[in-house]
């Protein structure tokens, strides 16, 4: 770096009497250059050479940005300058150290390599998207952990000293009990994993750490942080895409140059590859050569009008299935002798139901005979209605079982304090007017509220696990006891098992993303009032990697026939949005109205949840910031804002859409120009009617001997073309290459050259000369 | 990091950096793989560059190309004499067009010339059918091959001179669903 100050010094110093001879215009050239030079070297890796040649010329245009910028900055601002300069070089190069680092730390490169090279891309983009997944909560726990769960542990109470913290007597003796740390009742109940346990002093430790305003915080923090993450991912996926092709207007060329999957690395799969492959250009040949049966399009209608209806039936039944089993889990509560399956009821019936509908669905689908990418897209739309209604009726219910809980609670209240009234009434009888302290009441003693979010971060949490349990299970029984069987019961079986009936299962890449994103889902609702979620999602996230990965190499096939749900990897990534949005209307929505508990989790004692957040304002920051907030707040200030939003969203709506009409407009000029072409080169006759009948009224043409000018005019260019497109070795068509831009100013036109002019017509006679020249000038303009 | 490494120097780590998608870990893993394939030719110090070439033969034997119907005019396509013996700067040029961050008008210009196995510069139909009999491994009958290649052509030739130009690939491969996904190799 010191070289490079003394190098621009050195030169500044030398180049002073040259200061003077250097122009205003001479500089904004040399500016120009050195600019255009530094974005060669910016993006010298897309370009398509030789690497060799790229060695160089990056190392030519480092050395003219080195000699040439010191001299840029001159008379005052040239220390400054250079020092700029050596800072912009230190900042890239922490960048790149930077990125070094990071793509270091990206874990399971070799799993996902490998899973690659045997299963192919589609199937190794579920891994990817989970590891991604993980990364994310990661972060979420590193907030949730660092600035709630470890404030609370190291500077707040401990265990036993208030009565929220503690377990409340009548349970101690069973409170270590595995199966009631199993229900997450116990210890586990009264630890940090849920919202019941923090205290909600204003400030806590020495730090005066204000741990309700940071839980709030934190809360909001974990929806905005996601929605970023989804979004920047989302906008970097976008330009991968690829545009609106229509679906059928490249099948035989897409199927001959991106069907294969360059990332299969195993013989196996590559056979398989083949096969398949083989398989999809004789289907669509024969697609091709068939042209669509007449079926019996009634009949197909209404089979898949039935379809549709029992899948709707099935739907409804699986939503009030819930309902009722939420009903009857709230009995249940009251009721202490419950069987293993009685207290798990709810959870085992949503996860079940998980697991049975989606094939029942695919079953009803075959009646809909419909082409299997839109097939695929019906299935996943069925199955995400069916997750969100279960999702949403748990919801409701769980909703109603707050509310009682608020109820009881009120009575609850309303007893504590008149109790408390009475003892202090009692105690300054008895003792004439001294001050009375606390009740020396053992923490484990007092009378406790029933603590609904306490509650509902229970019921997730346990959602979750039985969640976790259903889908391992899954697949240690579906997929490898399935192969286990295969393979071993093969040798002694009357029909293959390995390419009959059962079989090896294929890896299901949709259910599985599907899973992995509703999962999420539940997190994110849930990660309120269970702070000890995300560290267990983040656990189970770990150890679904290490054991999908295995699953899918020891008992997993690869597929036989690929379809991608979308064109991108958008769609997921768009769901993903959606249940992040679905997830946070509950969420703000008991934030917002919900009274919270009066005796535990970190907001107890106020009237609603965010009254933490006016009374940092009012306490902890400046005067003119809370007048600035409560002027902001003003529903006169709000409503306009929203006004201008709908506004701009018009506005822009608009905009797009004008853009689409313009595109579609040039689309079919460029279409309609290239018909023409190849309609003129092809045929005689243009299909356009107009030009068409021009052409009918030349003279005859037959009567007209064939002349030889034309063909020196078309000799050239089948050898112009190989100087047309290699400009830089203009070697021997130089000479050609001016009268072929004067004859053919279209780049593309090249004539067969097999065939001889006369009998296409074309040629020689004058009269066709303006017709040719007319048909040259119509080239021009696409041009 | 600290570890002394003598197969580069650090103006060429950095030079490499710029010139293509990968990190300096990734060369240095690279040019690991590279010296396996040969490991008698290929010496440890490239702080002078030697011009030492591998050949066509062991580099198609590596895991991630191996399995590729079109491994062999990969390989022709980054080597600079044309018949496949890869330099390791023509190595990592090869791995960098294919890698996942690679972007797509690049990697099209790579399949462009990959798929052109005349080397005329254009897509004409013998090029499709041997393309074509790559993939399929010679399942499909002649009659089957040559529709096909007919229907590909015919779908994707924009100016009716029954090859295809790089504009007429470019525009027909951008719009493809798959084939950035596709068109990608990991190393």
């Given at each position: 770096m010191c070289d490079l100050m003394m190098m621009s010094s050195s030169d500044s110093n030398s180049d002073s009497e040259e200061e003077e001879s250097l122009s205003e215009g001479e500089m904004a050239q040399l500016l120009e250059e050195v600019e255009e030079k530094k974005k060669l070297i910016a993006t010298?890796?897309?370009?398509?050479?030789r690497m060799k040649r790229r060695l160089v010329d990056l190392k030519e245009a480092q050395e003219f940005v080195d000699k040439f910028e010191g001299a840029l900055g001159k008379g005052k601002g040239r220390k400054w300058f250079a020092y700029k300069v050596m800072m912009k070089k230190k900042w890239i190069k922490f960048q790149r150290d930077f990125e070094n680092f990071r793509t270091a730390c990206i874990p399971w490169e070799r799993k996902i390599k490998d899973v690659e090279s045997h299963f192919g891309s589609s199937v190794a983009s579920y891994f990817i998207f989970l590891r991604w997944m993980y990364g994310m909560n990661l972060v979420l726990f590193g907030f949730t952990f660092g600035l709630v769960v470890i404030p609370e542990v190291l500077m707040g109470l401990p265990y036993g000293s208030i009565p929220r913290k503690t377990v409340p007597t009548p349970d101690q003796d069973t409170a270590q009990d595995y199966s009631v740390l199993m229900d997450f009742n116990g210890y586990c109940k009264y630890?940090?994993?849920?919202?019941?346990?923090?205290?909600?002093?204003r400030t806590i430790g020495l730090l005066k750490f204000r741990l309700p305003l940071s839980y709030l915080m934190v809360g909001i923090g974990t929806f905005g942080y996601s929605l970023m993450v989804v979004i920047r991912t989302m906008a970097k996926n976008a330009d991968v895409g690829g545009g609106d092709g229509d679906e059928g207007e490249f099948t035989f060329a897409w199927k001959m140059f991106?069907?294969?999957?360059?990332l299969i690395g195993n013989s196996e799969t590559a056979d398989n590859k083949y096969a398949s492959i083989t398989t999809s250009f004789k289907e669509s040949i024969v697609d091709e050569q068939e042209?669509?049966?007449?079926?019996?399009i009634h009949l197909r209608r209404f089979l898949r009008v039935m379809a549709n209806f029992l899948i709707t039936c099935s739907l409804g039944g699986s939503g009030y299935l819930i309902y009722f089993v939420v009903k009857r889990s709230q009995e249940f509560a009251?009721?202490?002798?419950?069987s293993w399956y009685e207290k798990n009821e709810l959870e085992l019936i949503m996860s079940l139901l998980g697991l049975v509908c989606p094939p029942l669905f695919e079953t009803i689908a075959e009646?809909?005979?419909?082409h299997p990418r839109i097939a695929l897209k019906w299935q996943l739309g069925r199955i995400f209605a069916l997750f969100l209604g279960n999702l949403y009726t748990f919801l409701f219910a769980l909703f109603d079982e707050v509310n009682t809980k608020l109820e009881q609670e009120d009575s609850i209240k309303n007893a504590s304090i008149w109790a408390m009234k009475e003892y202090y009434a009692n105690y300054t009888l008895m003792l004439n007017g001294t001050d009375s302290p606390?009740?020396?009441?053992?923490?484990?003693?007092v009378i406790r509220g029933p603590c609904w979010e306490t509650a509902v971060g229970i019921e997730f949490v346990k959602l979750t696990v039985s969640d976790i349990q259903v889908s391992y299970l899954t697949i240690l029984i579906g997929d490898f006891a399935r192969a286990v069987i295969v393979r071993f019961l093969n040798y002694c079986w009357c029909w293959d098992l390995e390419a009959g009936f059962p079989s090896y299962g294929e890896f299901d890449i949709s259910g599985n993303v599907l899973g992995l994103v509703f999962n999420q889902g539940m997190i994110w609702m849930g990660a309120f009032y269970a702070p000890g979620l995300v560290g267990i999602n983040v656990l189970r996230l770990l150890s679904s990697m290490y054991y999908q990965c295995w699953a899918v190499m020891a008992t997993n096939v690869p597929h036989e026939r690929v379809f991608k749900a979308?064109?991108?990897?958008?769609f997921y990534m768009g769901l993903l949005l959606l249940i992040l949005f679905l997830s946070l209307l509950p969420v703000v929505f008991t934030i917002m109205t919900l009274p919270p508990s009066f005796?535990?989790?970190?907001?107890?004692?106020?009237?609603?949840?965010?009254d933490v957040i006016m009374e940092t304002i009012d306490l902890d920051l400046p005067a003119f910031l809370g007048t600035l907030f409560s002027y902001a707040a003003n529903p006169g200030l709000i409503i306009p804002a929203v006004l201008l939003m709908v506004l701009a969203i018009y506005y822009l709506n608009s905009v797009s859409e004008a853009y689409q009409h313009a595109n579609m407009e040039l689309k079919k000029k460029m279409q309609m120009t290239r018909d023409e072409e190849k309609n003129r080169r092809n045929n005689t006759?243009?299909?356009?009617q107009v030009m068409k009948d021009l052409e009918d009224?030349?003279?005859?043409?037959?009567l007209m001997p064939p002349a030889p000018p034309p063909q020196p005019v078309k000799k050239p260019e089948p050898e112009a073309k190989p100087t047309k497109t290699r400009p830089g070795t203009a070697g021997k068509g130089v000479n050609l290459q001016r009268d072929v831009t004067l004859a053919s100013?279209?780049?593309?036109?090249?004539?067969?050259?097999?065939?001889?002019p006369g009998p296409r017509g074309h040629g020689p006679p004058p009269g066709a000369g303006p017709g040719r020249g007319r048909g040259r000038g119509r080239g021009a303009p696409p041009r | 990091m600290g570890n002394k490494q003598t197969t580069f120097t650090e103006e060429q780590l950095e030079a490499f950096q710029d010139c293509t998608f990968f990190t300096r870990k990734e060369i240095q893993r690279l040019h690991g793989r590279y010296r396996e394939l040969a490991p008698h030719l290929v010496?440890?110090?490239?702080t002078n560059n030697p011009d030492i070439r591998v050949p066509l033969t062991l580099i198609v034997t590596m895991p991630e190309l191996?399995?590729?119907?079109f491994r062999d005019r990969i390989v022709e396509t980054f080597s600079e004499d044309g018949?496949?013996?890869?330099s390791f700067n023509d190595f990592v040029d090869m791995f960098s067009a294919l890698?996942?961050?690679?972007p797509r008008e690049l990697k099209t210009i790579y399949a462009f010339r990959i798929y052109?196995?005349?080397?005329?510069?254009f897509i004409c139909k013998e090029d499709l059918k041997m393309t074509l009999n790559k993939l399929t491994k010679g399942e499909l009958t002649p009659e089957e091959v040559s529709l096909v290649c007919d229907k590909s052509m015919e779908e994707a030739?924009?100016?009716?001179?029954?090859k295809l130009s790089f504009s007429d690939f470019e525009n027909m491969v951008s719009?493809?669903?798959d084939f950035l996904s596709n068109f990608h190799v990991r190393i």
């Open positions: 010298i890796r897309n370009k398509p050479w630890s940090v994993l849920f919202y019941g346990y923090y205290n909600n002093q991106t069907s294969w999957d360059y042209n669509q049966k007449d079926e019996n009251n009721r202490t002798d419950l009646l809909e005979d419909y606390i009740p020396p009441m053992d923490p484990g003693d979308s064109k991108s990897n958008n005796d535990c989790g970190p907001f107890s004692g106020k009237v609603k949840m965010f006759d243009s299909t356009n009224l030349l003279p005859n043409r037959s100013p279209n780049p593309n036109a090249r004539g067969p050259v097999s065939r001889p | 010496p440890l110090d490239y191996k399995e590729n119907p018949h496949g013996n890869l890698c996942e961050t690679s052109d196995f005349n080397r005329d510069n030739d924009l100016d009716g001179d029954s719009k493809a669903p």
